[in-house]
């Protein structure tokens, strides 16, 4: 990232900033709130880090209809159901060019037949196995996150990519596991972790998904 230093009580580093953003994103995953809420804060928190005009472009996003999303979901899990020994269930974030097109942001599910919650980098997610046909998302506002972040060479690039499409992946994918029937989710698994992040860097482990239903993340009793 290319941030610099700033004053706050004290200097921080680009380290502790960039900490401290993470931190936030998944406070505000765990918290459970509409997805637009959760956005609106951490634009609000990056602005303060990260003064810029752009950040307002970013405002004016639908967050809140994750139809189209909810929509590909369903069509992958009745048509290529979650395999019996899956244990992990990741939306990974990426950059991906699609049909020879422009770069841009989106995210793919996948499964693996390990998972760890304390895995802080999600590396059980790189051992998948289960990629069903018609993964990636084609996500519309992540494309969006992309192009307002890129549009220009003094565009916030990836001071803005970075949380707000772990952000968005975050609270949008939750939002999905809270409306879908966790039956559709479960395929033919008896238990599924579930996390969203970057291939190979930050990550957020969601919740896990039994015949009971959704147990979220951050709160009691979660392991």
């Not at 809420?37 to 005009?53: K, L, R, V, W």
């Given at each position: ?48 880090y990260f ?83 018609g993964r ?84 009691p009793g979660?392991?």
């Amino acid at each position: 990232m290319n941030a610099e230093k700033i004053m706050t009580d004290h200097e921080l580093t680009e380290t502790e900033i960039w900490t401290d953003v993470f931190e936030k994103v998944v406070e505000l995953v765990n918290v459970g709130m509409p997805v637009s809420t959760g956005m609106a804060s951490i634009i609000d928190a990056c602005e303060i880090y990260f003064p810029h005009n752009d950040w307002e472009k970013f405002r004016h996003l639908e967050y809140d209809d994750i139809s189209g999303l909810s929509t590909w979901i369903t069509f992958i899990l009745k048509h290529d159901p979650v395999p019996a020994e899956t244990r992990g269930l990741w939306f990974g974030i990426f950059n991906a060019s699609h049909g020879g097109r422009q770069v841009t942001a989106d995210f793919y599910v996948s499964g693996s037949r390990v998972f760890s919650a304390a895995d802080a980098y999600c590396e059980w997610a790189r051992d998948a196995f289960y990629l069903p046909s018609g993964r990636l998302a084609h996500s519309d506002i992540l494309d969006a996150i992309y192009r307002i972040a890129y549009e220009s060479t003094e565009g916030l690039r990836d001071t803005a990519e970075y949380p707000l499409c772990l952000a968005y992946g975050g609270l949008a994918v939750k939002q999905l596991l809270l409306q879908l029937d966790h039956g559709l989710i479960l395929g033919n698994a008896l238990e599924l972790g579930v996390a969203v992040g970057f291939d190979e860097g930050d990550c957020i482990v969601l919740g896990v998904i039994d015949h009971m239903g959704f147990a979220p993340a951050g709160e009691p009793g979660f392991e």
